[in-house]
């Protein structure tokens, strides 16, 4: 049973380096989403892909963020120019289309220096 | 605007103590209510999801259920393996009858004392 992976799992970068972290979802799962989640609070929606389409952006994502899903499989999530505001757990999850469950992997988590 | 409001912030029981975990919940029309297990540095790990209103899911020690306002996880004779935080979510309909992203809770922070 493979879950939903992330790579890396911990990231330090220093303040105005870009980043990039990888997702692959469940193999047969056609929608992924990207979601940031901060100490003490909740997981906060970012953005999601169904198949390569990319269908929906929070107000969180801003200019700096960008996300790819080129062949419907895995995406990428890149921070340009990164802040130290952007210190967070980074987490996707995966879902089949006409399931609402959201399957989450274990979490890429970034420090900004 | 969707808002989901869980209490307490954290909880100690005493292995064995039972006791519930409150959710409310504002949503426009709800798909969906999950409830999620995570560890610390580790993702949400999925448990239940309740559509409609007196709905029930039951897994091991942990029972949850829903009315219109809120929705409650109960969790019998606790272990403390069962130490995590617990967080709820939401799920909306869109006007075209879709349903996309959760909408999170900051969780409460359960401790199972020995």
């Known amino acids: 049973d493979t879950g939903v992976s992330q790579d890396p799992r911990h990231k330090i970068t220093k303040r105005g380096q870009n980043v990039t972290f990888r997702c692959d979802p469940i193999?047969?799962?056609?929608?992924l989403y990207w979601y940031r989640q901060t100490l003490g609070q909740g997981p906060e929606f970012l953005t999601y892909f169904q198949n390569e389409a990319q269908l929906e952006k929070s107000r969180l994502l801003s200019d700096r963020f960008s996300a790819e899903r080129p062949k419907g499989s895995f995406s990428t999530l890149e921070i340009q120019r990164t802040e130290q505001g952007d210190s967070a757990m980074y987490l996707c999850?995966?879902?089949?289309?006409?399931?609402?469950?959201?399957?989450f992997g274990p979490g890429t988590r970034l420090t900004v220096t | 605007e969707d808002q989901v409001t869980q209490s307490p912030e954290a909880l100690r029981l005493q292995e064995g103590e039972s006791s519930s975990l409150n959710c409310s919940y504002t949503v426009s029309g709800l798909r969906g209510l999950f409830w999620y297990r995570q560890d610390p540095g580790k993702g949400p790990e999925f448990l239940f999801t309740?559509?409609?209103a007196g709905e029930e899911k039951e897994k091991e020690r942990l029972k949850a259920t829903l009315t219109k306002k809120e929705s409650f996880l109960h969790i019998t004779a606790p272990k403390p393996e069962d130490s995590a935080t617990y967080l709820c979510?939401?799920?909306?309909?869109?006007?075209?009858?879709?349903?996309?992203?959760?909408?999170f809770g900051t969780g409460t922070r359960l401790t199972v004392i020995p």
């Open positions: 193999s047969e799962h056609n929608r």
């Open positions: 999850a995966s879902s089949l289309a006409y399931k609402p469950e959201q399957y």
């Open positions: 309740l559509y409609s």
């Open positions: 979510a939401v799920q909306a309909f869109f006007d075209d009858g879709g349903a996309n992203n959760l909408f």
